[in-house]
């Protein structure tokens, strides 16, 4: 209980750091205004899907006019022409249409759709050509901690939190308490149910650690990603791709001679077909792989995001013909209906990638035929390759 408690507090204080910060104004009626038409809620969704330089909970447009956003804004780290340059988001006035120009250390940035630009030298404004493309402003690699960053760092800091705190209770007893009860459960589950079986009991306490961080990693981003503090981490390409290189990088160091010899020079084949093959399986592990996991997640979450806005539009969009009680009602319980079923994609998911991690992996490190052991009864025992097997 005590362990659900201090979560607790550590999950307020961060809220109220959250929430303790200044509202600041934007003139622009961009990222703002009235959501009526269907290219303005096409945009919207489109915005709300993108990372943000800052971290807006809300947005209102005061009686002079002016658009406020209620958030704070994040640093902005940029490696410019000129070397390292660091300013706050705030000085964007959340434009994103490259009409608020930023100058620092003697050279100007720009925001244009989320992406910031340095703009050449002596230029004063963003120049377009007729596809809206900036023509005298290139872009700088841009480090700066952004909202989905935010994102990681809170769900790191709460995993680190809990599960030393989870560690800490196993040592001193057998049966943990407080809201380790809750994580025991799903350890379990994922030892027993997903690295045992695709890795084998040779060679999974050795990548338990890595399938439980992910696991719970992308469950909890999840998660949050369907409060209303418009979290959309596991919906960044970026984010699903850094996971899937991570397994990438695993089970490649982790093959072992068995694996590499099947992908190189496959036995039990034509010696002319082994070159083609060889291509083939090194695309498929270095390529088809990493692509597969980084692609079902990020698709997913971004999909069911994009539902679950155009579910909640209809009342803006089907006022007229819907009256707006109906159209109101309509978006309500079909937003409910497919939020019930996005929390089961989140764990979802999370499952999935999982699985196919310690399926990789297993691939990776699964002794072959010849070193098979057998039974009393003289029949092979199953290893993670036989597994693999199965599972296809």
């Known amino acids: 209980m005590k362990i659900f408690q201090r979560s607790f507090k550590f999950l307020a204080l961060v809220v109220l750091v959250f929430l303790s910060t200044t509202i600041y104004a934007n003139t622009s009626t961009e990222d703002g205004g009235q959501v009526d038409t269907r290219e303005e809620v096409d945009a919207y969704i489109a915005h709300h899907l993108q990372d943000s330089h800052d971290f807006s909970f809300f947005s209102y447009t005061n009686d002079e006019g002016e658009r406020k956003h209620a958030g704070f804004p994040l640093p902005v780290i940029l490696w410019s022409s000129e070397g390292l340059v660091t300013f706050m988001s705030s000085e964007f006035h959340h434009n994103d249409d490259g009409h608020v120009i930023v100058e620092k250390n003697g050279l100007k940035f720009a925001k244009i759709h989320s992406k910031i630009y340095e703009l050449e030298a002596g230029a004063t404004a963003v120049n377009f050509d007729a596809e809206h493309h900036a023509t005298n402003a290139s872009r700088v690699l841009d480090f700066s901690i952004t909202k989905s960053v935010v994102g990681i760092l809170v769900i790191g800091l709460l995993m680190f939190f809990w599960f030393s705190r989870l560690a800490k209770q196993y040592k001193n007893k057998k049966i943990p308490t407080g809201f380790g009860r809750v994580l025991e459960p799903l350890v379990i589950y994922v030892r027993d149910e997903i690295a045992k079986p695709n890795i084998g009991d040779k060679h999974y306490r050795k990548f338990t650690g890595y399938l439980l961080?992910?696991?719970?990693?992308?469950?909890?981003?999840?998660?949050?990603?369907?409060?209303?503090?418009?979290?959309?981490?596991?919906?960044?390409?970026?984010?699903?791709?850094c996971l899937a290189i991570f397994t990438l990088i695993i089970y490649a160091f982790s093959g072992n001679k068995d694996f590499w010899v099947h992908i190189l020079w496959m036995p039990g084949v034509p010696y002319l077909i082994r070159p083609i093959l060889a291509v083939i399986e090194l695309v498929g592990t270095f390529v088809i792989k990493p692509f597969s996991l980084l692609v079902r997640l990020f698709a997913n979450i971004t999909a069911g995001h994009t539902v679950i806005m155009a579910l909640i539009a209809i009342m803006f969009v089907m006022k007229d013909s819907l009256g707006v009680a109906g159209a109101t009602g309509l978006s309500f319980v079909l937003s409910v209906l497919i939020m019930f079923i996005e929390v089961l994609v989140a764990f979802l998911q999370a499952y999935i990638f999982t699985m196919l991690s310690a399926l990789f992996i297993g691939m990776a490190v699964a002794e072959h035929d010849h070193d098979h052991e057998h039974d009393a009864h003289g029949h092979k025992i199953p290893d993670a390759q036989d597994v693999r097997g199965d599972f296809i």
């Open 213 to 241: 961080t992910v696991f719970f990693f992308i469950w909890l981003l999840n998660m949050v990603g369907l409060t209303p503090l418009g979290f959309n981490v596991t919906g960044q390409i970026a984010v699903t791709a």
